[in-house]
Nanobody
């Protein structure tokens, strides 16, 4: 599945952003989806994942309570609402899809990736 992220940008600390990831795939609802991020010079980190139907979610500790992952299968889209942003949230954010439907907190197993969207949190 081809994934395209959007919604990144520059935001002040404490602000909010909503990232979107869309796919042109009729079987979009058969994939579990996730957001990862990679800060400059650092490894790719898991942020959040959502089940096929959207009724189950899983968050990294750094995202829990501030970020919300959701999906709209009718629009072939997954979202990441990010609130109370911190400078350490600065990274390129990637969405990923897993055709097994499992909720995973590791990059292994996600077989489709978007190109990324950059988020910069700075005053």
């Amino acid at each position: 599945v081809q994934l395209v992220e959007s919604g990144g940008g520059l935001v002040q600390p404490g602000g909010s952003l909503r990232l979107s990831c869309t796919a042109s795939e009729r079987t979009f609802s058969t994939y579990s989806l996730a957001w990862f991020r990679q800060a400059p010079g650092k490894e790719l980190d898991f942020v959040a994942a959502i089940s096929r139907s959207g009724d189950s979610t899983y968050y990294a500790a750094s995202a829990a309570g501030r970020f919300t992952i959701s999906r709209d299968n009718a629009k072939n889209a997954v979202y990441l609402q990010m609130n109370s942003l911190k400078p350490e949230d600065t990274a390129t954010y990637y969405c990923a899809a897993d055709d097994t439907g499992l909720l995973r907190g590791m990059k292994d197993g996600y077989d489709s990736w978007g190109q990324g969207t950059q988020v910069i949190v700075s005053s």
